[in-house]
């Protein structure tokens, strides 16, 4: 028996990671000082801008080569 994840589609991976900087990011700021809205809103466009570069750059697709 082959144990193996379940396929994910890429925009679910892309949201995953966009929390996940979002948070860190969000937490981060707090943490040294910056004002929670401030942080709440930096951390969210920052969010934003990772899960499009994400969601656009970051699929690999299998059998093209880089030129």
């Known amino acids: 028996m082959h144990l193996r994840l379940p396929s994910f589609d890429h925009g679910v991976i892309s949201f995953v990671w966009a929390v996940v900087f979002f948070l860190y ?20 466009v920052a969010g934003g801008a ?18």
């Open 25 to 44: 990011l969000w937490l981060g700021m707090l943490s040294i000082g910056v004002g929670g809205a401030t942080a709440f809103i930096l951390s969210l």
């Open 50 to 67: 990772i899960f499009l570069y994400v969601r656009l750059r970051g699929e690999e697709h299998p059998g093209r080569r880089a030129s």
